[in-house]
Nanobody
């Protein structure tokens, strides 16, 4: 089982980035997905998740209205579209695959390596 996250980079405040998480070695169709982030010196926090059908999503209050999670099962990929980025969004972003959204929120699942997002003011 592998999850490969990409798409991070340096962006100015107000800008946008799209993160991708490509899965291999398992059937993505039967898994929910989520994104967490960890800023320097802080604990890893939940950002967003999407159920296996893609018809249920959830967001933390800090990103609601600015970030959008989506999935393309044909491409084994989950996306996190990030708009109106703020300096406080700076963090390493991690994707996770789990059986349900509930399990993902408890951090139970397969983790990918992180991708660094840096938002300059």
């Amino acid at each position: 089982v592998q999850l490969q996250a990409s798409g991070g980079g340096l962006v100015q405040a107000g800008g946008s980035l799209r993160l991708s998480c490509v899965g291999s070695g398992f059937t993505l169709d039967y898994h929910a997905f989520g994104w967490f982030r960890q800023a320097p010196g802080k604990e890893r926090e939940w950002v967003s998740c999407i159920n296996m059908n893609g018809d249920e999503t959830a967001y933390s209050n800090s990103v609601k209205g600015r970030f959008t999670i989506s999935r393309d099962n044909a491409k084994n990929t989950v996306y996190l579209e990030m708009n109106s980025l703020k300096p406080e969004d700076t963090a390493v972003y991690y994707c996770i695959a789990g059986r349900t959204i509930t399990l993902i929120r408890t951090r139970s699942g397969y983790w990918g390596q992180g991708t660094l997002v840096t938002v300059s003011s």
